[in-house]
C-alpha cells in the first residue's frame, strides 16, 4: 500500500459527518471531502488536474513553496466553488489552458501565498460570474497572459506578477478589480489592462515597472482609478486612454519613460489628483479628439527628456489645470487646432526652454493666476482664429513675454510683463490682440512693440523702465487708449569713429544686441511712447523723444584680422558674370556706408533692411556672394564678425514637436554678429505642408530677424519661383528682406571663363582649338533641372584633367608642356 500522502479533517460542525481519513491522491480525497472540510497536503509534486468544485480548503503539511501541482496537460487547479487554497504551486505547462482558472458564480475562491510558475496561456483566469481574492499571490507566466478578468470580481492584496508575455493584468468584459500593495511587472504588454463597457479597476499602493508596453491601458468605455501608485520604467506610455475610457489618479507618481506618461485618444477622460509626472522622453500629456479630456488639479510635471511639448492637445481635446506645476520642459503647454481649449488656473510654468504656452491652428487658452517665469517665449498665439483670456496672469524673466502673429487676437487683462530680454509684447504679420491694463516693465527691449500695421488694441497699459521705449509702433495701425510709459532712457552719447580692427566695448558679449538707432524711437516711420500718454488715435499724442533730435548710438567696429572693404569687393568684381548681381549689391554697400556718414554727421541715416533673397539655379554663386557681403558689412563695421554660417532645411526643422524652434534659434545664434545663409529655403514652406514643422521654422525666423535685426544678416536662396512661395508662407516674411536678388545662369563665354581660371589655379593650359571646342560643348549642354553652371564647369575641367592623365600616363617621358596641355581630345565624350 501506497503511502498516504493527503488527509483529510472534518470540520467538526456535524456529528454526521464520517471521520477523518489519509488518501494516496487528491482525487480520491476530493472524491470523499465534504463541504467544509480541510485538504493537508504533504510536500511534493502532485501530477493531477485538480477540480475543486465543493468549499473546501487546501493548503501544505508542511508550509508555503512544499506542495507542488504540475499535471502534464490541462488546467492544473480549477476551482467552481468557494474554496480556500493556502501555500501552494501551480506550475502546468499546457499553452492553450490557465494555469488557474477560478469560474462560475458560485466560485467564491480564495488563494492565500500560492506561486502560479508556469508556461500557460493566462497564469490565473477567474471568470464567468466569479468572486476571488488572492492574498500574498505571486504570478509568473512568460509565455502568455499575467491574471485575466472576464465577467467577474477579483481582490489581489500584497500580490505580484512577475512576468508575462502580454498584459500583466487583464480586465475585460465588465469584470471587477480591486488591488491592493500589488506589484506588476516584466510583463510583455501593458501592465495592467482594462477594456469594454463596465469593466473596472481600482489600484492602491501598487507599483507598475519594467513594462514592453503601457503602464495602464484602458479603452472601450473602460473605467479604471489609481491612488498612491507608481508606474515607471516602461518602454510604451506610462497611462494609454483611448475610446471613451475614464482613469483617475490620485497621489500618483508617473515617470522615467520613453514616451508620454500619458496618451489620450477617443472621447477618453483622465483626471489626475496631486499626481507627479516627471523624466518623460516625449510629453507628459497628450490629448487627442474632440471629446477627449484631461483634468489635473494639485500636480506638478517637470524634467522633460526629449524636445517634445510637455502638454499637447490637438484635433479639439481639452485641458484643465489647476493649482499645477509645470518646470524644467523644451516647451510646456501646445494647444492646437479648432476646437482645442487648455484651461490653467494658479499654475506656474518655470525654467520652459522655449515656450511656456503656444496657441496655434485656432485653438484657445485660457489662463487665470497663472506665473510664466525664465521661459524663452511666455505665450506665442501664432495663427489667425487662434486667441484666449489671460486675467491676472505674471510673465518674468523670460525672452520675449507675449507674442501674437498672422491674425491671433487674444485678451490679456490685468497682467505683468518683467524682465524681458526682448520685447515684452511683440505683435507682427496680422495679428491683432487686446492688452487691457497690461504692464511691462524693467525688460531690455520695448515694452510693447506692434509692427506691421497690426490693428493692436492696448486700453490703459503701462511701460517702466524698459530698455528701450515704452512703446514702439513702426507703422499706422495700433489703437492705445490711455496707455502711459516713463521709462524712455536719456540717449547715449556719440561715440568717436573706432579705428580699423578694434573691437568696441562689449562686443564679445552672447546675450542678444539690442536694436541701433536707425529703427528705434525717433527713427524714420517709427512711433515711440516716452513719458507721455496715448490718446485713442495711437500715433497723435507722442510726445518727442530726446528732445525732438535722432538718438545716436555707439559705432560698432571692424573685427580684428578683417581685410578691408575694398579687397572684398575686388574679388567680388573680380567672379565672371553676374554683372546685376555686383551692382546690387554694391548698390546696397553705397546706402550703408553713406548712411553711416550721415549719422556721424548728425543727420538722420537711412535704414535699409539688410537681408535678402538670392533667387536663381544652383551653380551661380550665391554663396559665394553671401559670404563676401559678410566680409564687406564686417569690414565696415556693420557686423561683428562677418562670418557665414550656411544652413538647410535639416538644419533647422527637427523631428519632434518643439525641436524645430530650437534647432532655429541655434543656428541663428551661431550667426550672430555674422551672415545666416538658408539655401533652398523654400524646402521650409513645401506645397502640401499641412502640419510640417518648416512652418514654424519659418515663425521663430521671422521673429527672430526683427528682434535682432542688427546683429544677423539673413539671405535666404533657392528657385525663383519655389522662393516666390515661401515668401509667401508668412504675412510678415517678405517685409523683412529688403530686395531681391536674381543670379542668372552663366553663359557659354561666363562657363569658358570659369574653366580658364581653373586651369590658371591648377597650373594646366588649354591647347589651340581646345578653348573653342570647350566653347562649343557649353553652348550644347541642356540646361535643365540638372544643369549646375559653375559647378558643371568645375566638373568639366576635372574630367578633363583625369582624361588627359589616362592619356598622359602612356607616354614614357612627357615634356613639361605634355603634361600642362590639355587638348580638345580631353573634353567629355
Known amino acids: 500500500m501506497g503511502e498516504h500522502r493527503v488527509r483529510v479533517t472534518q470540520d467538526g460542525a456535524s456529528r454526521w459527518r464520517r471521520r477523518a481519513g489519509d488518501y494516496e491522491t487528491l482525487h480520491e480525497a476530493l472524491a470523499v471531502a465534504e463541504p467544509g472540510d480541510t485538504l493537508t497536503l504533504r510536500p511534493g509534486t502532485f501530477r493531477e488536474a485538480v477540480l475543486l468544485d465543493k468549499p473546501v480548503t487546501l493548503r501544505p503539511a508542511d508550509g508555503p513553496g512544499s506542495v507542488r501541482l504540475d499535471p502534464p496537460a490541462g488546467v492544473p487547479l480549477t476551482v467552481t466553488a468557494a474554496a480556500t487554497v493556502q501555500g501552494l504551486v501551480i506550475e502546468g505547462s499546457d499553452v492553450s489552458v490557465p494555469a488557474v482558472l477560478i469560474t462560475g458564480e458560485k466560485a467564491a475562491a480564495r488563494l492565500a501565498d500560492c506561486r502560479v510558475e508556469t508556461r500557460a496561456a493566462v497564469g490565473v483566469e477567474i471568470t464567468g460570474g466569479a468572486d476571488a481574492v488572492l492574498t500574498g499571490c505571486v504570478v509568473d507566466n512568460p509565455a502568455g497572459l499575467g491574471v485575466r478578468l472576464r465577467g467577474a470580481v477579483a481582490e489581489l492584496q500584497d500580490s505580484e506578477v512577475t512576468a508575462a508575455a502580454q498584459s500583466g493584468l487583464a480586465v475585460l468584459g465588465g469584470a471587477t478589480a480591486r488591488l491592493e500593495r500589488c506589484r506588476l511587472h516584466h510583463a510583455g504588454g501593458a501592465g495592467v489592462l482594462i477594456a469594454d463597457p463596465g469593466s473596472t479597476a481600482e489600484l492602491i499602493g501598487c507599483e507598475i515597472y519594467e513594462v514592453r508596453g503601457s503602464g495602464v491601458q484602458a479603452e472601450a468605455q473602460a473605467v479604471g482609478r489609481l491612488t498612491d501608485c507608481t508606474v515607471h520604467r516602461v518602454t510604451g506610455n506610462g497611462l494609454s486612454l483611448d475610446s471613451e475610457a475614464e482613469l483617475t489618479l490620485t497621489a500618483c507618481r508617473v515617470h522615467d519613460l520613453p514616451e508620454n506618461a500619458a496618451d489620450l485618444r477617443g472621447r477618453s477622460r483622465l483626471r489626475l489628483e496631486r499626481s507627479t509626472l516627471h523624466d518623460f522622453g516625449r510629453g507628459a500629456l497628450s490629448v487627442w479628439d474632440a471629446g477627449t479630456r484631461v483634468e489635473a488639479e494639485g500636480c506638478k510635471i517637470h524634467s522633460a527628456g526629449g524636445d517634445y511639448p510637455a502638454l499637447w492637445v490637438s484635433d479639439g481635446a481639452t485641458v484643465e489645470l489647476t493649482d499645477c506645476a509645470l518646470d524644467d520642459l523644451p516647451d510646456a503647454l501646445f494647444v492646437l487646432d479648432q476646437g482645442s481649449t487648455a484651461t490653467a488656473r494658479d499654475c506656474s510654468f518655470t525654467g520652459i526652454r522655449s515656450s511656456a504656452v503656444s496657441v496655434s491652428g485656432g485653438a484657445t487658452a485660457d489662463l487665470a493666476d497663472c506665473r510664466i517665469h525664465q521661459a524663452g517665449t511666455g505665450l506665442w498665439f501664432r495663427d489667425h482664429g487662434s486667441g484666449g483670456r489671460l486675467t491676472g496672469c505674471e510673465i518674468s524673466e523670460v525672452s520675449t513675454g507675449v507674442i501674437v502673429t498672422k491674425g491671433a487676437d487674444p485678451l490679456l487683462r490685468d497682467c505683468t510683463v518683467r524682465g524681458a530680454g526682448d520685447a515684452g509684447v511683440y505683435v507682427s504679420a496680422q495679428g491683432r490682440g487686446t492688452f487691457e491694463e497690461v504692464r511691462v516693465s524693467h525688460g531690455r527691449g520695448f515694452g510693447f512693440h506692434v509692427i506691421d500695421g497690426c490693428r493692436t488694441r492696448l486700453v490703459r497699459c503701462r511701460a517702466e523702465s524698459n530698455g528701450r521705449a515704452g512703446f514702439e509702433f513702426s507703422e499706422p495701425g495700433p489703437i492705445a487708449e490711455a496707455c502711459t510709459a516713463d521709462d524712455v532712457l536719456p540717449a547715449p552719447p556719440a561715440a568717436p569713429p573706432a579705428p580699423r580692427g578694434a573691437l568696441p566695448s562689449g562686443t564679445g558679449d552672447r546675450s542678444p544686441l539690442p536694436h541701433p538707432a536707425e529703427s528705434g524711437p525717433g527713427g524714420p516711420g517709427a512711433s515711440a511712447v516716452g513719458a507721455s500718454v496715448l490718446g485713442a488715435s495711437g500715433l497723435g499724442a507722442v510726445a518727442p523723444s530726446h528732445g525732438g533730435r535722432p538718438p545716436t548710438v555707439p559705432q560698432i567696429g571692424p573685427i580684428p584680422d578683417c581685410r578691408p572693404a575694398d579687397e572684398a569687393l575686388a574679388e567680388l568684381e573680380a567672379l565672371v558674370g553676374l554683372a546685376t548681381v555686383k551692382r546690387e549689391v554694391r548698390t546696397l554697400i553705397d546706402l550703408i556706408s553713406v548712411g553711416r556718414r550721415r549719422q556721424q554727421a548728425g543727420l538722420k541715416a537711412p535704414s535699409p533692411r539688410r537681408h535678402l533673397v538670392f533667387t536663381g539655379s544652383p551653380g551661380t554663386g550665391k554663396t559665394t556672394v553671401a559670404r563676401l557681403y559678410g566680409e564687406i558689412l564686417a569690414s565696415l563695421g556693420v557686423l561683428q564678425r562677418g562670418h557665414l554660417v550656411e544652413v538647410a532645411r535639416v538644419d533647422l526643422v527637427g523631428e519632434h514637436i518643439g525641436s524645430t524652434a530650437i534647432r532655429t534659434a541655434a543656428a541663428f545664434d551661431r550667426a550672430r554678429g555674422g551672415v545666416l545663409f538658408i539655401d533652398e529655403a523654400y524646402a521650409l514652406a513645401p506645397e502640401d505642408g499641412g502640419r510640417d514643422f518648416g512652418r514654424e521654422a519659418i515663425d521663430t525666423l521671422v521673429k527672430l530677424m526683427e528682434d535682432h535685426r542688427d546683429a544677423v544678416v539673413v ?115
Open 715 to 829: 539671405i535666404v536662396a533657392g528657385y525663383t519661383a519655389e522662393m516666390e512661395r515661401f515668401l509667401a508662407a508668412n504675412p510678415g516674411l517678405s517685409s523683412r528682406f529688403s530686395r531681391t536678388v536674381t543670379f542668372p545662369d552663366y553663359s557659354a563665354d561666363e562657363l569658358l571663363q570659369i574653366a580658364r581660371a581653373q586651369c590658371l589655379e591648377h597650373e594646366y593650359q588649354l591647347a589651340e582649338g581646345t578653348a573653342s571646342a570647350l566653347l562649343d560643348h557649353f553652348a550644347a549642354l541642356d540646361r535643365g533641372t540638372g544643369f549646375g553652371n559653375g559647378r558643371t564647369a568645375r566638373q568639366v575641367f576635372e574630367t578633363m584633367v583625369e582624361r588627359h592623365a589616362m592619356r598622359v600616363a602612356h607616354l614614357s617621358d612627357p615634356s613639361t608642356e605634355e603634361l600642362q596641355l590639355l587638348v580638345p581630345a580631353d573634353l567629355p565624350g
